[in-house]
Structure formats: structure tokens, C-alpha cells
């Protein structure tokens, strides 16, 4: 099972990103996909999750009304569209394939795609 994560990069202050993962060797809509993010220093928290069939999606509070995931089962491949990015957003980011749709803990998860940094600068 493979996931790779691409669209991280360094965006100012108010500006927007959208991060992609693309998933092999599983069946794909059997999972929910989740975005976790970590910063330095600090653990791996949960930012996004949508259920195997795209149809619901959950947040974050840090993250709600700006961020919005959604999945594209056809292509094997989550997004992350992130609007109004804060200094606060810089961090590693991670898609994950998790079995369990409203868990939020990273603990468990089935399977971690390689992060993708975001910088955000004031």
C-alpha cells in the first residue's frame, strides 16, 4: 500500500493551497481518508476526515469553513483544499487510510502516506 501526498509548499499569509494524495494497493473506498497535521514541536493532530463514499466530511474546529476535503474514488485520491491559510497552519502534513471514519487519534490508523510540508508566512 502506497499514498503520496504532493502540494505542500511556502504561501503567504491568506492564501491557499491544495494538497493531493494518491493511494495504491488497497481498495480505496473501503477506507475513510484523513488528514493529520504535525508542527514542530508539537504531536500529530487531526485536521480532516471523509468516509469511504465521499458523502461526509468532518473537521477540526482550527481548520472549519476554511479547509475542505473531499475524494475522488474513480482516481484512488483524497484533497485538501486550504483557504485562508494562518501562520498557525505551517506544519507536516499527512493523509492516512483508516478503517474507523470518526476516529480522530492518529493511533490505529491503517496506513500513513509520507507527509508534505506547508509553510505559511505572516
Known amino acids: 500500500v502506497q499514498l503520496q501526498a504532493s502540494g505542500g509548499g511556502l504561501v503567504q499569509a491568506g492564501g491557499s493551497l491544495r494538497l493531493s494524495c494518491a493511494a495504491s494497493g488497497l481498495t480505496f473506498s473501503n477506507y475513510a481518508l484523513k488528514w493529520f497535521r504535525q508542527a514542530p514541536g508539537k504531536e500529530r493532530g487531526f485536521v480532516a476526515a471523509?468516509?469511504?463514499?465521499?458523502?461526509?466530511?468532518f473537521y477540526a474546529e482550527s481548520v472549519k469553513g476554511r479547509f475542505t476535503i473531499s475524494r475522488d474514488n474513480a482516481k484512488n485520491t483524497v484533497y485538501l483544499q486550504m483557504n485562508s491559510l494562518k501562520p498557525e497552519d505551517t506544519a507536516v502534513y499527512y493523509c492516512?487510510?483508516?478503517?474507523?471514519?470518526?476516529?480522530?487519534?492518529?493511533?490505529?490508523?491503517?496506513?500513513w502516506g509520507k507527509g508534505t510540508l506547508v509553510t505559511v508566512s505572516s
Open positions: 492516512a487510510a483508516d478503517r474507523y471514519f470518526l476516529k480522530t487519534s492518529s493511533g490505529g490508523v491503517d496506513y
Open positions: 471523509v468516509s469511504g463514499s465521499g458523502s461526509t466530511t
